[in-house]
């Protein structure tokens, strides 16, 4: 799980032209938690990439909650060099960056990274 809290962004960048879709699944705990686990709601967040600057595929969440991201899905059109990265406050730092040959996707899941 990649947790991201209210100063935190997960971004993305590709090497070479393309509009492929980056999705994210990921769910916030308040910092507070609920007596029912109501806060444990999945969501998703689905950005198109441009190919030429970073893009943010999962937003921050709101003040006093941590977003905990689950999932990642990166499946292109062609080949293409991908990388992942935390924006904290405007300091990245890299998680990966893959290169994958067409037909190839990248997932983040419980078992961390992997190229199918």
Same mark, same amino acid.
């Given at each position: 799980?990649?947790?991201?809290?209210?100063?935190?962004?997960?971004?993305?960048?590709?090497?070479?032209?393309? /509009?492929?879709?980056? &999705?994210? &699944?990921?769910?916030?705990?308040?910092d507070?938690q609920?007596?029912?686990?109501s806060?444990?709601? !999945?969501? !998703?967040?689905? /950005?198109?990439?441009?190919?030429? /600057?970073? &893009? =943010?595929?999962?937003?921050?969440?709101?003040?006093?909650?941590t !977003?905990?991201?689950?999932?990642?899905?990166?499946?292109p /059109?062609?080949?293409?060099?991908i =990388?992942?990265?935390?924006?904290?406050?405007?300091?990245?730092?890299?998680? &990966? =960056?893959?290169?994958?040959?067409?037909?190839? =996707?990248?997932?983040?899941?419980?078992?961390?990274?992997?190229?199918?």
């Open positions: 799980m990649l947790p991201l809290n209210s100063t935190d962004t997960l971004e993305s960048f590709l090497s070479g032209a393309g /509009t492929d879709k980056v &999705i994210v &699944i990921y769910y916030d705990v308040p507070r609920k007596d029912d686990n806060e444990y709601k !999945r969501n !998703r967040q689905i /950005t198109a990439s441009n190919g030429a /600057t970073d &893009i =943010t595929c999962c937003d921050a969440p709101q003040q006093g909650y !977003r905990n991201i689950e999932e990642i899905y990166f499946n /059109t062609g080949a293409i060099t =990388t992942i990265q935390y924006d904290v406050s405007g300091a990245e730092s890299a998680f &990966i =960056t893959q290169t994958l040959a067409a037909n190839e =996707t990248l997932i983040y899941d419980r078992g961390g990274w992997h190229v199918l």
